[in-house]
């Protein structure tokens, strides 16, 4: 069964298996004791830690380990921003980062500091300028992503480190998704990074602190980690981390290499094998094994189950498949199509002929979710010359795709110039629609309150 969704978790890496067996025979006692077993686990700790510092290009002692990705982010931003408490309460943060990152700028803003969100383009990536114009005397602390965990748009972190060396504020880099493929360049102050996503065993993360950077760790204080990860070390799950993080970096070009070219074999082939398809996030200046797509008219949750009963593990940013009932964050601020969202991340060692097998079934399997949900809008054509020159759609009540598969149906109905108000009250609406219309040349004019609840969309029919 092909897995397709390494972003969110890679197998072990045979390497991380290998040593995991090992460590647990010669790592179980306190590295902090002075006993034979103790100093025995003592090396080992300090082997991992000198490995893991060497991929993330810092020195050993700026390195700690905790008990995994997200503790790593809380822990790194938090203690930043005590740090420079007298600098001031402003934390900087990408309207894309993970939400570790926008958890703990919500931790931080209920105790009264403030969070800035710079926006993205298109493409998922911020602009440097932008960033750097965000950054004021009263900034404590600015987060940016190496890449983006939904889209995998890299983003310019050298040059986003370079504004915020200049403006004096620590830049603190997630690094989660992209640490296995390369070090991160740049002049950053801190870096947090998960084991899981590289092929390490789950429940270990990275800290890194560079010296010179004011940093007050928070919460009850405690002698291991340098007082930032509170608690017993993990020893055998950290040596396995730090031995898989050298072993996939070996691999990284080659399998890199072989990976985006399959990659680009799917943003090639998907739009031109699925009509109304958008492949989102950039198409260079991203990581090598991940694409993401978006489908009109479709529902997400059944096209992910779908994909599942047809052998294949994916993941997805709708609404559709999410408690919330709200788009990905990612894709909400990229202002891209949501509907019908579909994430592959290749592990290392997929086979091309995996990738060939989901081609031959991902457009069987979306034409059918297309004709249970009613959705097969025909072409705009004129309309009887006594039509209205505008309709409205009540779609009040229903979720995605409907209000825009409804929308799609009736804009053949008004004459050219004439205007489709589409009611709704799902907030994928607010992507959806205004998408839809860039993918099929519309205008979409706005957004107003609706008179019965949730929103007015108005739609000019323009072909």
């Given at each position: 069964?092909?897995?397709?969704?390494?972003?969110?978790?890679?197998?072990?890496?045979?390497?991380?298996?290998q040593a995991l067996l090992a460590?647990?025979?010669?790592?179980?006692?306190?590295?902090?004791?002075l006993y034979r077993e103790g100093r025995r686990a003592r090396l080992l700790l300090d082997a991992a830690r000198e490995a893991a510092a060497e991929a993330v290009g810092c020195r050993p002692d700026e390195l700690v380990f905790t008990p995994s990705g997200t503790r790593a982010v809380h822990a790194g931003?938090?203690?930043?921003?005590?740090?420079?408490?007298?600098?001031?309460?402003?934390?900087?943060?990408?309207?894309?980062?993970?939400?570790?990152?926008?958890?703990?700028?919500?931790?931080?803003?209920?105790?009264?500091?403030?969070?800035?969100?710079?926006?993205?383009?298109?493409?998922?990536?911020?602009?440097?300028?932008?960033?750097?114009?965000?950054?004021?005397?009263g900034t404590a602390l600015a987060c940016l992503q190496s890449a983006n965990h939904e889209v995998g748009t890299e983003q310019p972190v050298a040059e986003v480190a370079e504004a915020c060396r200049a403006a004096g504020v620590p830049l603190l880099v997630d690094a989660a998704q992209s640490l296995g493929w390369g070090p991160v360049?740049?002049?950053?102050?801190?870096?947090?990074?998960?084991?899981?996503?590289?092929?390490?065993?789950?429940?270990?993360?990275?800290?890194?602190?560079?010296?010179?950077?004011?940093?007050?760790?928070?919460?009850?204080?405690?002698?291991?980690?340098?007082?930032?990860?509170?608690?017993?070390?993990?020893?055998p799950a950290i040596v396995a981390a730090a031995a898989s993080l050298r072993a996939v970096r070996a691999e990284a070009a080659a399998e890199g290499a072989r990976l985006r070219s399959l990659v680009d074999r799917i943003r090639t082939r998907v739009p031109e094998l699925v009509p109304d398809v958008e492949v989102v996030g950039d198409p260079v200046r991203r990581l090598p094994h991940l694409v993401t797509f978006s489908c009109l008219y479709v529902d997400g949750e059944t096209l992910l189950h779908e994909l599942d009963r047809e052998g294949f593990s994916v993941s997805s940013g709708s609404s559709c498949t999410s408690s919330t009932l709200t788009p990905s964050h990612v894709l909400r601020a990229m202002g891209v199509l949501s509907e019908g969202n579909v994430r592959l991340s290749l592990p290392a060692g997929t086979a091309a002929s995996d990738v060939d097998h989901f081609l031959d079934v991902l457009p069987g399997v979306v034409a059918a979710v297309r004709d249970r949900l009613g959705a097969a809008p025909a072409a705009s054509t004129a309309p009887p010359s006594d039509s209205s020159p505008s309709l409205v759609v009540d779609a009040l009540g229903r979720r995605c795709p409907i209000p825009v598969i409804e929308l799609a149906k009736v804009i053949g109905d008004v004459p050219v110039g004439g205007t489709v108000t589409v009611l709704a009250d799902d907030a994928a609406a607010r992507l959806d629609i205004p998408a839809w219309c860039e993918m099929r040349g519309q205008q979409y004019v706005g957004e107003t309150p609706a008179a019965g609840g949730g929103s007015a969309y108005v739609v000019r029919r323009l072909s």
């Open positions: 069964m092909p897995y397709f969704d390494a972003a969110s978790a890679a197998p072990l890496h045979p390497v991380a298996r460590s647990l025979d010669e790592g179980w006692a306190d590295p902090a004791r931003v938090s203690g930043a921003l005590a740090g420079r408490r007298r600098v001031g309460d402003r934390l900087v943060v990408s309207a894309v980062e993970h939400s570790s990152v926008l958890h703990a700028g919500e931790t931080h803003a209920a105790a009264g500091g403030t969070v800035t969100e710079v926006p993205v383009g298109r493409s998922g990536a911020v602009d440097p300028a932008v960033f750097a114009a965000a950054l004021d005397p360049e740049g002049g950053w102050s801190l870096l947090a990074a998960s084991a899981h996503k590289w092929g390490g065993p789950a429940g270990v993360g990275l800290l890194a602190v560079r010296k010179g950077v004011r940093f007050a760790p928070q919460g009850p204080a405690d002698e291991r980690e340098s007082g930032r990860a509170p608690g017993f070390e993990n020893l």
